[in-house]
């Protein structure tokens, strides 16, 4: 996923080890509050280990817990002046733009994160709840809690997945440890704890396993390598287009050397929310402006995904209209102008005894010569 949440969790546990380790002295509280800063820099809705953290500190002494806030706040406001310095003034709108919720949301991303591990997470459960008052082990409950009230409150937004909620799996885990460690010992009296404990635990991960389709590795591997050559060959097929190019990944468009004209998911936030207006950019469309357009999924089948719709309806529509297909399948699609495609094709070359030929293309060789056939004949661009 191109989504940075494993990398600000690296950020985000060394933060908490630092903390249990040293959380007595002052420079361990200014290094764990760094730590976050830089976490939460990458990822910026992983609140829950800084949230842990403060509580946590509430518990032990005021004063540090206050020590820890203004540091942390010191820090937050550095980390702020320079993302406006080297990302542009427009940082802060966007970290405050509001999002669209839905509570409809929030039990799907929960349904889908936690409902394969019901019985580990009641486990996990039940230790938070009793380690709660511990000195030593609060900071993990606190962590558990704190994860689920993140959830809810950005579970909800939209373009928030399960990917942003792992630290709850992170928190998970590390109450299972603490169960081992406790009771999971050659003194434990009770074969089923002992032994069978930790049989039935990990045999449970085959259920996240199977419903995710990881049980499968060579097949996820292969499909792996099946995007990464799509991927190149979107770019090869946006680069061979002149002019600016429309896309809902920006990430090809970048590769593809095309300027960055457009923001489809901030702008359609904006646009549902009634801060901005699509007139301009839907006569860019008509006019045809752009020389290719790309989407995640075929216009027919965006519809069928509204929590997730990066471009709003009124450019889709303005795209289905003035654009036709070039590469359409379940896995994306690139469409081109209707009338740049007519104005280009080369009639004196038939495309054969059928008329009537679907639309398909291909990249050739380092020149990325893309061919394309339909109902009006066949040429090259």
Not at 133 to 156: D, Y
Not at 322 to 333: C, F, R, T, W
Request: net charge positive; hydrophobic share 50%.
């Amino acid at each position: 996923m191109d989504d940075p949440q494993m990398l600000a969790q690296v950020f985000l546990m060394a933060a908490l080890l630092v903390y249990v380790c040293h959380r007595q002295k002052l420079w361990a509280l200014a290094l764990t509050a760094l730590f976050l800063v830089i976490g939460i820099n990458i990822k910026q809705i992983l609140i829950e280990f800084a949230l842990a953290i403060l509580i946590d500190l509430l518990f032990v002494s005021r004063r540090r817990a206050l020590q820890f806030a203004l540091i942390g706040g010191l820090l937050s406001g550095l980390s702020i002046a320079l993302n406006i310095r080297f990302g542009g003034p427009g940082y802060l709108a966007a970290m405050l733009a509001p999002r669209n919720y839905s509570f409809l949301h929030v039990l799907d991303n929960l349904t889908d994160l936690y409902a394969p591990l019901v019985v580990p997470g009641l486990v996990a459960l039940g230790m938070a709840i009793r380690d709660r008052k511990h000195p030593q082990r609060r900071i993990v409950s606190l962590l558990f809690f704190t994860a689920l009230f993140t959830a809810v409150t950005f579970g909800g937004g939209s373009g928030v997945w399960i990917n942003a909620l792992f630290g709850g799996l992170l928190s998970l885990s590390m109450l299972l440890g603490l169960f081992f460690a406790e009771y999971v010992q050659p003194a434990t009296r009770s074969l089923w704890l002992r032994a069978g404990a930790p049989l039935f635990l990990f045999a449970w991960l085959c259920i996240p396993l199977g419903y995710s389709g990881n049980w499968r590795p060579v097949h996820q591997l292969e499909k792996a390598r099946a995007a990464q050559d799509k991927f190149q060959k979107d770019i090869a097929i946006l680069a061979a287009q002149p002019g600016p190019a429309l896309c809902e990944s920006l990430l090809r468009c970048y590769y593809a050397q095309k300027p960055y004209v457009y923001d489809p998911y901030n702008s359609t936030r904006l646009v549902l929310i009634g801060k901005l207006d699509l007139k301009e950019m839907v006569a860019q469309i008509e006019q045809e402006r752009f020389g290719a357009v790309q989407l995640e999924r075929p216009l027919d089948r965006e519809y069928a995904y509204p929590g997730r719709l990066l471009f709003a309806p009124a450019i889709l529509n303005a795209i289905r209209d003035y654009y036709q297909p070039l590469v359409e399948s379940e896995n994306g699609a690139i469409y081109l102008p209707k009338r740049e495609a007519l104005a280009r094709a080369m009639p004196q070359t038939p495309c054969g005894a059928s008329p009537a030929v679907p639309v398909s293309s291909t990249t050739q060789g380092a020149a990325n010569t893309v061919s394309i056939q339909s109902k009006t004949g066949c040429g090259a661009f």
